[in-house]
């Protein structure tokens, strides 16, 4: 394996920052991953880079995953059990499902990064998350370099929440997961802007490849092009709080959106407290909040991760200031 030096990461990370990595390289091979890991005690894994914020030049060791490979490991009458490495790009993986009728992805369409982190924070969107479709992962254990296996409780998924986010941060390496998928489809079509979004496509017939199309439509309408704009998607979790919590931040604002997520909690949209305040289209240097979606925080070209994260931190103090709610940063900051 061929290690490098001063490596810019500007490539690889969707934010677009402009930082070096002390040292660098690509394992396409669990002997490869191996050997890196013994060259550098301080590294990170990268996959697509497409949730992470690097706010400083990183003094360690990069391991980009480029593990391949995607097959059908087991088949009964009703599911289809697909593994795919852990390096294999998400986007061009659930394309492949649809394609081939396996059901339960398309809603997840058009996520960026690999397959490798879609359990890290069990990624999410329009009424699915991975854990809905997850039956098992393999990852390495890098203090004891041991392969082992993990069912979906003992991944402790929660709403963009992992065991490897917490405990076993930094423990693992995931070197591939297997999702059982739907020969018979489930249709999904409950979330916002579905609905709407077939009806404008016209379709007549529902299936997993209209559904896809549309969430591709919906997505590409209001979340920025890593490719145009720098960003990370979401950049903070939308708060979780006690329904008793209601009244008071309707004396605030009464036309605060709130969905219900149990019999004792509500979810807001962190997006609506943030445009409430002001802050949608806001740009500071090169460093802005999104003018179509003011959960997403922009890299208008040269700014710097401290420049994202100070103007995170702004955010959330004023957030934290008229609703007194403590919003929580998703993307994962280095
Ligand atoms: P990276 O950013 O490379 O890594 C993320 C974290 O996981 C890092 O801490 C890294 O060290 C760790 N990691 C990565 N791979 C491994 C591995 N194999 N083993 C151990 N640790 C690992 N997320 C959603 O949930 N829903 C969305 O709808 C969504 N929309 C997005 C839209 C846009 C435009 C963008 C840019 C991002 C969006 N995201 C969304 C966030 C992001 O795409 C997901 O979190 C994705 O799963 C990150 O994958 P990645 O390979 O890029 O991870
Ligand atoms: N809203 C506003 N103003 C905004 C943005 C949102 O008022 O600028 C309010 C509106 O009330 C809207 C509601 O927020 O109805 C929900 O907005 P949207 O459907 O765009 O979703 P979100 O809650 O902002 C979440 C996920 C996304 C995921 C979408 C679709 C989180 C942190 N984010 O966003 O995931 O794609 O739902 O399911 O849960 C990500 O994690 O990176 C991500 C993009």
């Known amino acids: 394996m061929k290690i490098e030096k001063n490596i810019l990461l500007k490539p690889y990370n969707t934010f677009g920052i402009d930082v070096k990595a002390k040292s660098f390289t690509n394992f396409e091979t669990i002997e490869e991953l191996q050997e890196g890991l013994s060259f550098e005690t301080n590294r990170i894994i990268l996959g697509g880079g497409s949730n992470i914020l690097f706010t ?13 490979g995607i097959e059908v490991v087991k088949e009964t009458d009703e599911h289809v059990y697909v593994k795919a490495s852990a390096g294999e790009n998400w986007h061009q993986f659930v394309m492949h499902c649809v394609e081939n009728n396996y059901a339960g992805l398309e809603n997840l369409s058009l996520i960026p990064g690999n397959c490798g982190a879609s359990p890290m924070q069990n990624i999410g969107a329009y009424g699915v998350e991975i854990k809905d479709v997850f039956h098992e992962l393999e990852a390495l254990h890098i203090d004891e370099r041991s392969v082992e296996a993990f069912s979906a409780s003992a991944c402790e998924f929660g709403y963009r929440e992992s065991v490897f986010k917490r405990k076993y941060k930094n423990k693992f390496v995931i070197l591939n997961v ?31 490849q209209a559904i896809s199309q549309a969430v591709i439509n919906i997505r590409s309408s209001k979340l920025p092009d890593p490719k145009q704009i720098g960003n990370a998607g979401s950049f903070f979790k939308n708060p979780t709080l006690p329904k008793a919590e209601l009244k008071r931040l309707q004396a605030i604002d009464p036309s605060i959106p709130f969905y219900n997520v149990s019999d004792t909690h509500i979810k807001i949209p962190a997006g609506w407290l943030i445009e409430n305040l002001g802050w949608k289209g806001v740009r500071k240097g090169d460093a802005g909040c999104h003018a179509k979606q003011a959960l997403v925080l922009v890299n208008y070209g040269n700014a710097s991760g401290k420049e994202i994260f100070d103007l995170s931190s702004e955010i959330l103090a004023s957030v934290k200031e008229k609703f007194d709610i403590d919003l929580e940063r998703e993307v994962n900051i280095i």
């Open 178 to 208: 297997t999702y059982r998928l739907n020969k018979i489809p489930v249709f999904n079509t409950s979330y916002g802007a579905i609905e709407q979004e077939l009806q404008n496509m016209g379709v007549k017939e529902l299936s997993i």
């Open 56 to 68: 400083k030049d990183f003094d360690g060791l990069v391991l980009k995953n480029e593990l391949k």
